[in-house]
């Protein structure tokens, strides 16, 4: 299954970091990151792309041995919900850094033609599941 998400609009956040920052990827530290009515096209074949929009969210991570732990990614619009949490390998380069990430994503009425649409070619519009691969060739499976 291939997927793709574009985002656009704004995102903030604050983060402590310790170590030799000239090597990112051996410091350690944590944060957390907002995103604000930002815009996003959601393409999870069969279903024709979702447009989202007025999307925000809020995230928590930390950074340890080359490992970034996504703690809690929420989302939320008018008719979605969804969260993310798992892991990423870093690697140089960055694309081929190692994903190991699991969420749901739930669609409800406020977003009558994407909640239609998931109906009629998925029969359901809660989903959880699973991201595996690179950041490159990122490889979704859906666990439900």
Same mark, same amino acid.
């Given at each position: 299954? /291939?997927? @793709?998400?574009?985002?656009?609009?704004?995102?903030?956040?604050?983060?402590? +970091? *310790? $170590?030799? !920052?000239?090597?990112?990827?051996?410091?350690?530290?944590?944060?957390?990151?907002?995103?604000?009515?930002?815009?996003?096209?959601?393409?999870?074949?069969?279903?024709?792309?979702?447009?989202?929009?007025?999307?925000?969210?809020?995230?928590?991570?930390?950074?340890? /041995?080359? @490992?970034?732990?996504?703690?809690?990614?929420?989302?939320?619009?008018?008719? +979605? *919900? $969804?969260? !993310?949490?798992?892991?990423?390998?870093?690697?140089?380069?960055?694309?081929?850094?190692?994903?190991?990430?699991?969420?749901?994503?739930?669609?409800?009425?406020?977003?009558?033609?994407?909640?239609?649409?998931?109906?009629?070619?998925?029969?359901?519009?809660?989903?959880?599941?699973?991201?595996?691969?690179?950041?490159?060739?990122?490889?979704?499976?859906? +666990?439900?």
């Amino acid at each position: 299954m /291939d997927t @793709e998400a574009t985002h656009a609009g704004a995102a903030a956040g604050s983060a402590s +970091l *310790r $170590g030799n !920052l000239n090597r990112i990827m051996q410091a350690r530290g944590e944060g957390r990151l907002s995103i604000g009515n930002s815009t996003l096209e959601l393409d999870v074949p069969p279903a024709p792309v979702l447009p989202v929009k007025e999307l925000n969210g809020e995230a928590s991570w930390t950074l340890q /041995d080359r @490992e970034l732990a996504v703690e809690d990614l929420r989302c939320r619009a008018k008719g +979605l *919900r $969804g969260g !993310l949490r798992g892991t990423i390998r870093l690697h140089r380069p960055l694309r081929r850094s190692r994903l190991d990430l699991s969420g749901e994503l739930s669609v409800s009425q406020g977003m009558p033609q994407a909640y239609s649409l998931l109906r009629k070619y998925m029969e359901r519009t809660d989903f959880s599941f699973r991201i595996r691969g690179s950041l490159g060739r990122p490889k979704p499976t859906l +666990l439900n």
